[in-house]
């Protein structure tokens, strides 16, 4: 089991092990780990192409070890002293499997840290994930393992109450709406929850009329109104999509059936989720769109620690409101529960589509209105072959003949 359950716990600071530290997620991790020098220890940093970000977050951080995907940029890296650059093909399974690593922090986009999370838990590491394409796709593989370590805390400790004898202590959600069900939930007995409130801003696109949306351009939909993101998940926001994948999120994080979670739509940004719970009572965390305190509340759980991030100031946010969504204007969000019903083989398949449709958008290649039909295309077409629960190894295999088919899709 983990040496250290909580910053500070055992008298040496949380050791963390940051993948994806150049994006949007990422430095927003950096952040706040640099707030905390004497809770945290930054032991690895991985980003992808960004050399000179990975230079600067080195000399601040001083990781003992950091990789970059593009290794022509990594060959040139100039490191402090005492940072070295770890490099090969299971790369990112090396540096969070490391004896010296209590907790990896995964802001990579898509599966890129799929293999690396199970080994990860597998190691018996927590693991704070934003990313939600590794559970959309491999919650069925990533679940199991974060009960086993759960079990095994509560063994252990014969501590039933114990922060690590849950599978949210291992497998720590930073989506800030599954952050808010998770802190909603604190305390609670699985069998008091009668629903979860997923919340969403509804995107940029909240009040267009479904014909405008054939002319929607990559810059018009990157303008979400509420909060600033890496442009995948912004896109995805604006068709929705987003809070599909989320669905399918809560659902293998909550182990709840997919009929017990809605979604309300939520414009301010304000309550990021909710839980209702068998005896009428909903439960409901606020607070400033600011993904710093997701992030943080993964890192500190169960406590809490100051943050820079404002106060939701109730008196002056003027109105709260809540609607159903639409899923004529959003049929992404129809499409990913579909899909989410038809087992993890579908997920894998909406994920590895999503990826290719949002690029495609982006790059003018197909419009708006393009993306949720090729979702609905690709889960149709490869959603309902076997096996219903794909393998690590079936899922990469899946994965390149959905890109193969979306890239071509008209
Ligand atoms: N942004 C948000 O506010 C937010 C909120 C909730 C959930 N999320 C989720 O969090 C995840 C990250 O989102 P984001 O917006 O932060 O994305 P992002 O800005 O695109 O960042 C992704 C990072 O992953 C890095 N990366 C790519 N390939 C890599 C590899 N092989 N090894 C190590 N790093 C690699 C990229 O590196 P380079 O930049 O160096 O190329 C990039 O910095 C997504 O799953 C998203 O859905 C994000």
New binding site residues.
């Given amino acids: 089991m983990s040496g250290a359950v909580t910053p500070g716990a055992s008298g040496r600071p949380l050791r963390v092990a940051l993948?994806?530290?150049?994006?949007?997620?990422?430095r927003q991790a950096v952040d706040v780990i640099s707030r905390h020098p004497e809770a945290f220890r930054v032991v690895a940093l991985?980003?992808?192409?960004?050399a000179q970000?990975?230079e600067e977050q080195a000399r601040q951080l001083r990781p003992a070890v950091v990789?970059?995907?593009?290794e022509h940029a990594a060959k040139r890296l100039d490191l402090p002293a005492g940072t070295r650059l770890a490099a090969g093909a299971n790369v990112?399974e090396s540096l969070v499997t490391r004896p010296d690593v209590d907790l990896v922090l995964v802001?990579?986009?898509?599966l890129?840290a799929l293999r690396s999370v199970l080994a990860a838990l597998d190691a018996g590491k927590i693991v704070a994930t934003?990313?939600?394409?590794t559970l959309v796709a491999g919650g069925h593989l990533v679940m199991p393992l974060a009960r086993r370590l759960a079990a095994g805390a509560a063994g252990a400790t014969r501590d039933p109450g114990h922060p690590l004898a849950t599978p949210l202590g291992w497998l720590r959600p930073?989506?800030?709406e599954h952050s808010a069900i998770w802190q909603c939930l604190v305390g609670e007995r699985p069998g008091s929850v009668a629903r979860l409130l997923l919340t969403a801003s509804g995107g940029p696109f909240l009040h267009a009329a479904v014909a405008d949306l054939a002319t929607v351009t990559p810059e018009r939909a990157l303008r979400h109104p509420t909060?600033?993101?890496?442009?995948?998940?912004t896109i995805?926001s604006a068709t929705m999509a987003?809070k599909g994948l989320e669905i399918i999120e809560a659902r293998w994080l909550y182990d709840v059936p997919l009929s017990a979670i809605s979604v309300v739509i939520h414009p301010q940004s304000v309550v990021h989720s909710a839980v209702q719970f068998v005896d009428g009572s909903v439960k409901a965390q606020l607070g400033t769109p600011d993904?710093r305190i997701p992030i943080q509340y993964a890192l500190t759980y169960p406590e809490r620690r100051p943050s820079p991030a404002a106060t939701v100031d109730l008196v002056a946010s003027e109105r709260l409101e809540f609607f159903a969504p639409d899923e004529e204007r959003f049929p992404a969000l129809r499409i990913a529960r579909e899909a989410g019903l038809a087992g993890p083989r579908a997920s894998a398949a909406l994920i590895s589509a999503d990826e290719v449709a949002v690029g495609r958008f982006l790059n003018g290649s197909l419009d708006f209105p393009g993306i949720p039909r090729l979702l609905a295309a690709a889960v149709e077409r490869f959603g309902s072959g076997a096996p219903r629960e794909p393998s690590l190894d079936e899922i990469v295999v899946l994965d390149a003949e959905v890109r193969a088919f979306a890239e071509v899709f008209r």
């Fill in positions: 993948l994806g530290s150049g994006g949007s997620i990422g991985a980003t992808g192409s960004q970000l990975l990789s970059l995907a593009d990112l802001a990579t986009g898509g890129v934003a990313n939600k394409e930073i989506d800030s909060w600033r993101m890496g442009a995948k998940i995805d987003n993904m």
